[in-house]
């Protein structure tokens, strides 16, 4: 019901920036939070920041200070703007959309997930 397209990644110096997009489309109108996880070889996948609706937002603490989230609601895209890159942030970059459906008493939550990114950081 919702889809997710990822775009932005690449190959960066140690210290530079990149900048991850996502966009949407289908039932767009269910999403409530949005963000981006990823996951480097041998590791398991693990969020890196989300907005809820609200403009709430949350990071991982590696990444608190350097990487900063932002959503257009009207153009139903999410950003990653990532500045001091570190060769650990290396790692395929995932869109994630959490859907809630139904009232609040019986709420279903769905899951969205984009085709991931590669971002690579040069040490």
């Known amino acids: 019901q919702v889809q997710l397209v990822e775009s932005g990644g690449g190959l960066v110096q140690y210290g530079g920036s990149l900048r991850l997009s996502c966009a949407a489309s289908g039932r767009v109108k269910s999403i409530n939070a949005m963000g981006w996880y990823r996951q480097a070889p041998g590791k398991e996948r693990e969020l890196v920041a989300r907005?809820?609706?609200?403009?709430?937002?949350n990071y991982v603490d590696s990444v608190k200070g350097r990487f900063t989230i932002s959503r257009d609601f009207a153009k139903n895209t999410v950003d990653l703007q990532m500045n001091s890159l570190k060769p650990e942030d290396s790692a395929v970059y995932y869109c994630?959309?959490?859907?809630?459906?139904?009232?609040?008493?019986?709420?279903?939550?769905?899951?969205?997930w984009g085709q991931g990114t590669q971002v690579t950081v040069s040490s």
């Open positions: 907005m809820t609706s609200s403009g709430d937002t």
């Open positions: 994630n959309a959490q859907s809630l459906v139904g009232p609040v008493e019986r709420v279903l939550e769905y899951e969205h």
